[in-house]
């Protein structure tokens, strides 16, 4: 079961961020790869057994809604999993925030 309690690790990257507006997603823009691969992440997720796309979705849906609705709805798949992951004590959110710097410093590089 997913807590509804926000991970400052997840919430913490919306700082300085507006408020999301409450319209529908732009249908024609054209996925970033980050959220094709994400997507190919949880599919496998699904496929091994591991999070079912069908509880992914209902996670993505209510965490979506509530606790990180200040997100984009296109990266809810990203903030869910992140946030599942912490939920089974696979990552922590110190090894989480780790990860998340190291991946910043390899797309700044000049």
């Given amino acids: 079961m997913t807590t509804a309690q926000g991970y400052a690790v997840v919430l913490d990257t919306l700082a300085g961020s507006p408020e999301r507006d409450g319209g529908l997603p732009d249908t024609d823009r054209k996925p970033e790869p980050w959220e094709s691969a994400m997507q190919a992440t949880c599919e496998c997720l699904s496929w091994r057994g591991t999070w079912d796309n069908l509880e992914r979705r209902r996670t993505e849906d209510a965490l979506g ?28 959110e110190d090894e989480l925030r780790a990860k998340m710097t190291e991946v910043r410093q390899r797309l700044n590089r000049d």
């Fill in 65 to 92: 809604e509530s606790t990180y609705s200040r997100f984009p709805v296109h990266a809810r798949s990203a903030i869910s999993t992140a946030h599942e992951l912490i939920d089974r004590g696979i990552l922590d």
